[in-house]
């Protein structure tokens, strides 16, 4: 599997600051406060907080730079992660509705970022791949989102940083069957560069 590195060459530097920008700190207003420490499912609040506050301005500047909706740039991300994949599995993978799925896949095919090919074995088998300027969506915006997370990371050290991604990856790898889920040895190390 291609991996994506974490700076994207000849995509450009952004400004410092880029990740402040697009986070907007508000100060914590009391229902905020409650929903985040005062609820019975206080993980899943300030999970859905954090990432509804890191989506929200970069799918927002998505639509606003290319005309993309969510939808169409998850499948370019999907495919700049792993190129030659289907839009089941990408369904599968992001829970969009398969239904959604193939109008952004159709729009994106039209648009000119996505080639599809039928696989000869299997008609119904149709892998996708980024054309050129599909890769070039995602190159110019791979940074805004690499430095949005980084914003949000700030706060911690880098051993937190590798904790959390720990404690995370075990929290995702128990919703799969014991069976298909990957195995710890199998999961990239949060402290490699590559990552």
């Not at 986070?23 to 985040?36: E, G, I, P």
């Not at 609820?39 to 500047?61: D, E, I, K, M, V």
């Not at 298909?180 to 990239?188: C, G, H, K, M, V």
């Amino acid at each position: 599997m291609e991996r994506v590195e974490r700076r994207v060459e000849g995509a450009g530097e952004l400004p410092d600051g880029v990740g402040a920008e697009l986070l907007s700190r508000q100060r914590l207003d009391a229902f905020t406060h409650t929903r985040l420490w005062k609820n019975p499912c206080g993980f899943a609040a300030r999970f859905n907080y954090l990432a509804l506050r890191y989506n929200q301005p970069l799918y927002g500047w998505v639509e606003e730079r290319f005309g993309l909706a969510r939808v169409e740039f998850v499948v370019i991300y999907s495919l700049a992660l792993h190129d030659g994949i289907t839009a089941s599995e990408i369904a599968s993978s992001t829970a969009f509705p398969k239904n959604t799925l193939s109008r952004a896949v159709n729009r994106l095919i039209k648009l000119g970022h996505v080639r599809r090919r039928t696989d000869a074995g299997d008609r119904r088998q149709q892998f996708l791949s980024l054309t050129a300027s599909g890769r070039a969506v995602f190159e110019e915006a791979l940074p805004r989102f690499v430095a949005l997370e980084e914003e949000m990371l700030a706060p911690l050290s880098l051993v937190e940083r590798e904790t959390l991604s720990t404690l995370l990856a075990r929290v995702v790898l128990a919703m799969f069957d014991a069976e298909d889920a990957p195995q710890a040895s199998e999961l990239p190390d949060p402290a490699s560069k590559e990552n």
